[in-house]
């Protein structure tokens, strides 16, 4: 007789096997107005924040989008369509201080599903230098901001819309997924430190072998991406 092997294909069944380990009632959906019991509040105020959490931790492979950035901020002062200035020396230069632009010209928003950006590129698609590697940077990021004096920029980031497809999920993260969000309902539905450092420890194991394995598979930072925002082959 055959085995049958049951998959976890979407977030229910996630929380339905996180809430199995802890002996708790399994939910029929996230949505309030469709499950109101105390099994899915417990899974709706955690999922999203153990798995933006989890995505934020690195490069994950299923996650990394690309995109062209919208420049939001810029050092010139501002003028009227007359030419007359629009802004005064003052209010130029606190203006260009409150964003912290010293030393660069623009900053360009980063788009807003962004949990980690992964790497940046000038408008001819080559890769800016880390910040780390150079006395000057060619980009500083901070505050959800890419700061640096090119015309044109774009980015390689983990996406949080790319993260919640479970479809694209290894077998690896799942289960990293799974050991997480369960020792982060134990809080609610357990009183026993030892299981959650259990948990714990299996879940840094997970890690380990989840950012191995996705590492085998994501493409070099040094590699160049093309208007289109796919990878060129190489």
Not at 13 to 40: H, M, W, Y
Not at 149 to 166: H, I, T
Not at 222 to 229: E, K, R
Request: charged share 25%.
């Amino acid at each position: 007789m055959p085995i049958l092997r049951e998959r976890i294909s979407n977030s229910v069944e996630l929380c339905n096997a996180a809430l199995f380990d802890l002996k708790q009632p399994r939910i029929t959906s996230l949505d309030i107005d469709v499950d109101g019991s105390l099994s899915a509040e417990g899974c709706r105020l955690n999922y999203y924040r153990v798995l933006d959490s989890l995505l934020s931790e690195y490069n994950w492979d299923f996650a990394i989008s690309s995109e062209k950035l919208v420049r939001g901020i810029d050092s010139d002062r501002r003028k009227n369509p007359d030419g007359s200035w629009a802004e005064t020396e003052s209010q130029h230069s606190a203006r260009v201080s409150s964003y912290n632009l010293i030393g660069y010209n623009y900053a360009y928003s980063m788009p807003p599903d962004n949990l980690r950006l992964v790497r940046a590129y000038d408008g001819s698609n080559a890769p800016l230098a880390f910040p780390e590697v150079t006395s000057f940077p060619a980009y500083r990021y901070e505050r959800n901001l890419v700061f640096t004096n090119e015309q044109e920029v774009r980015v390689r980031y983990v996406s949080a819309v790319l993260g919640e497809n479970f479809n694209n999920y290894s077998a690896l993260f799942k289960d990293l997924f799974l050991v997480e969000l369960t020792a982060k309902l134990s809080y609610a539905f357990e009183d026993s430190s030892s299981r959650f450092e259990s948990r714990s420890a299996l879940a840094e194991m997970l890690r380990k072998k989840a950012k191995a394995m996705s590492s085998q598979q994501t493409l070099s930072d040094f590699c160049p991406i093309t208007s289109l925002g796919s990878f060129r082959d190489f």
